[in-house]
């Protein structure tokens, strides 16, 4: 799909015959009030398949009125911009319902979650301010302001995670109506996409670190390595 910013974000609010405007927001960039997005414009497209299979596998006996499993595996095939890649998430689960009044589950599940376009596309700045130089554990740290820049990056790929969920479900038929049920969930995540905050790219720099160094300039200087 063609995902690009509205007309609103390629404006200027003017606060000119608006009575209760605020004057912070006259003549800044992007038409929105609470946020407001650069332009930009991407293509993401995305093919899937999947299948859904319920197997029964025991029913009407001693302790199992019913037990069953769940399976689900699903490809999907994605293009950014010419660059393609494929992500599988699968799910195994089962169901055992000892009688009328409980029901036991689990389920084994790996998921993800794919970048979205103002991950892949959307860069910006802000005014950051309050940030300790050249870390806070240095012999003399003073406070400075900066500029945070963000770029988009089309290398992102999709947040992986993979859930196990046990639990129970409670339809006491003493008490007609009533529902209630226990989970638990474990969720372990690789590859989260997240970013880096200004303080902790220089905290980063501080202990030696070049990656984190080549983020930041001083007065219009790149950082090779800051002393400690």
Same mark, same amino acid.
């Given at each position: 799909?063609?995902?690009?910013?509205?007309?609103?974000?390629?404006?200027?609010?003017?606060?000119?015959?608006?009575? %209760?405007?605020? &004057?912070?927001? $006259?003549? #800044?960039?992007?038409?929105?009030?609470?946020?407001? /997005?650069?332009?930009?414009? @991407?293509?993401?497209?995305?093919?899937?398949?999947?299948?859904?299979?319920?197997?029964?596998?025991?029913?009407?006996?001693?302790?199992?009125?019913s037990l069953g499993l769940d399976l689900?595996?699903?490809?999907?095939?994605?293009?950014?911009?010419?660059?393609?890649?494929?992500?599988?998430?699968?799910?195994?689960?089962?169901?055992?319902?000892?009688?009328?009044?409980?029901?036991?589950?689990?389920?084994?599940?790996?998921?993800?979650?794919?970048?979205?376009?103002?991950?892949?596309?959307?860069? %910006?700045?802000? &005014?950051?301010? $309050?940030? #300790?130089?050249?870390?806070?554990?240095?012999?003399? /740290?003073?406070?400075?302001? @900066?500029?945070?820049?963000?770029?988009?990056?089309?290398?992102?790929?999709?947040?992986?995670?993979?859930?196990?969920?046990?639990?129970?479900?409670?339809?006491?038929?003493?008490?007609?109506?009533?529902?209630?049920?226990?989970?638990?969930?474990?969720?372990?995540?690789?590859?989260?996409?997240?970013?880096?905050?200004?303080?902790?790219?220089?905290?980063?720099?501080a202990t030696g670190n070049p990656a984190?160094?080549?983020?930041?300039?001083?007065?219009?200087?790149?950082?090779?390595?800051?002393?400690?």
């Amino acid at each position: 799909a063609i995902r690009s910013a509205d007309p609103l974000s390629y404006s200027y609010t003017s606060c000119a015959g608006l009575r %209760g405007c605020p &004057a912070g927001l $006259n003549g #800044v960039y992007g038409g929105f009030q609470s946020y407001n /997005p650069s332009p930009l414009s @991407g293509r993401i497209s995305a093919l899937e398949g999947y299948g859904e299979l319920g197997i029964p596998l025991l029913k009407n006996l001693p302790l199992i009125k019913s037990l069953g499993l769940d399976l689900a595996g699903r490809r999907t095939d994605y293009d950014v911009v010419g660059i393609g890649y494929s992500e599988y998430s699968w799910k195994l689960g089962g169901n055992w319902q000892i009688n009328r009044d409980l029901q036991l589950h689990a389920t084994r599940s790996q998921d993800f979650r794919a970048p979205d376009v103002g991950e892949l596309f959307t860069p %910006g700045t802000s &005014a950051t301010s $309050n940030m #300790v130089f050249p870390s806070p554990t240095a012999p003399a /740290p003073f406070a400075v302001t @900066g500029e945070s820049i963000t770029e988009a990056n089309l290398d992102l790929r999709p947040e992986r995670g993979l859930t196990t969920t046990v639990g129970a479900r409670f339809t006491p038929s003493a008490l007609p109506g009533l529902l209630g049920s226990l989970d638990f969930y474990d969720i372990g995540i690789t590859g989260a996409i997240s970013s880096v905050g200004a303080q902790s790219v220089i905290d980063y720099c501080a202990t030696g670190n070049p990656a984190y160094c080549s983020l930041l300039s001083v007065a219009g200087a790149a950082l090779s390595k800051i002393s400690r």
